[in-house]
């Protein structure tokens, strides 16, 4: 295995190439993406059953019985969450660390592991607490449970503010960069995203129609783009590192 | 510089599209996105077709029409800047952005004193599925013309930029901007005019 001098700024690092060449460790992290996201579909779908969300306009009886219905797979589920929702970070630093590889400032890298790492609350793990406390107890005040399901299924689908600057600072970084790391029309993507999150603004407000929580434009539209987004993302994340030289060194 | 602008040679060109293939993913991606807003609002207009023509008759179609002449003469200033730019005149390019860029700045104006006079009657996202429709589509495409507004912006930086311009972002705040228009042309056609 042959060791070179490679110059980062002002000082001079030894990296063993031939074992940089196989990019084993990117790989690695490459391939938590598309595991962690089928981990996080086979939860909130097929376990917990907070996607598709279901309705906003049901009454408490409703509540009680969903909850008494799903209980048993919200809580191996949402246990199952607990287990994998690191791996989400994972993912997040891989793109992250491509975005510090473009020729823009190192901020829009930081930028984007915050505005996610504060969004993974309301839009992960809240939702989750909400519903195992929901199940805890199935004999509290029903009208507590009730107050579970909605705070849980707001924080799931409204919380925009995190992701919404997740996407600002994720649309500049690849429109501004010359290094070509991300094509341009990732970014432009993004700004789909944007547009998604302003519309599922009002589910604070509507209980049914369209742009409640489980409305066709408030979630199943943006659920699609995000898809679409999220698909391309996977892709160009794994074209960059094929992409990537083996002894390129990114700057801390 | 002139020689930057001007068209590539003629093999070239015959296959050459305006802007970037970037941009049009982007517009083609987004026409798709608001297709389905406009396939949705339909419904819901099928379910409840009175309230939604009562509704309508509290819209000002005078605005919505001078908002729609304003959108229309800005891409026509648009479409010229693209042929002054492309004759090597960037100069006029410029200015003629410029006034696409008053232009829209004219339709927020417009936009907003509109929702400003509804709200103030009671005509509130909340008051039936027909304004929820309304605040959030034009909402949705203000947003869209403020973004609009500052790629114009990027244009006509490019366009005073001593280097030689870049053709494809000159020409892709053009197709952008087409874009927005279209988009509204769309939502004027649905809620505005259709009886």
Known sequence: MANTQIHVGSSTRTVNVAAGREKLDLWICWWILPVFYTFFGLIFVLLAHVMPPPSPGLSVPQILAFFHAHATTIKIGFALLMGVIGLGSISNGLVAYQMKRMSVSPVFAYGYIATLAVGALPGCLFCAIFFLAAVLRPDRNPHLIALSYDAALLTFVGSLGCFLANYCVFAAAVLLDKNQIFPKWLGYMAVWQIVTELLAAPVFIFKKGPFAWNGAIAFYEGTVIFGIFLTCLILQVRKAIELQPADELVPD | ?195
């Open chain 2, 1 to 195: 510089m002139l020689q930057d602008l001007a068209p590539s040679p003629p093999t070239a060109k015959a296959e050459r599209i305006l802007g970037d293939l970037n941009v049009w993913i982007f517009v083609l991606g987004d026409l798709v996105f608001f297709g389905a807003y406009y396939v949705i609002y339909m419904v819901y207009r099928h379910q409840e077709t009175r309230v939604f023509l009562a509704s309508q008759q509290h819209l000002s179609l005078i605005a919505g029409t001078l908002n729609t002449m304003i959108l229309l003469t800005s891409s026509r200033f648009v479409a010229l800047a693209i042929q002054a730019a492309r004759s090597g005149d960037r100069e006029r390019a410029r200015r003629l952005i410029a006034y696409s860029w008053l232009l829209g700045v004219a339709f927020v104006a417009i936009k907003v004193s509109e929702w400003t006079y509804l709200i103030s009657h009671g005509f509130t996202l909340t008051r039936n599925d027909f304004f929820m429709f309304y605040f959030m589509l034009t909402g949705v495409h203000l947003f869209h013309v403020i973004l609009g507004l500052a790629v114009l912006v990027v244009v006509m930086r490019e366009l005073r930029s001593p280097e030689p311009s870049r053709s494809w972002i000159i020409e892709s705040g053009a197709v952008y901007w087409h874009m927005v228009d279209l988009l509204w042309i769309g939502i004027f056609a649905l809620l505005y005019l259709m009886r």
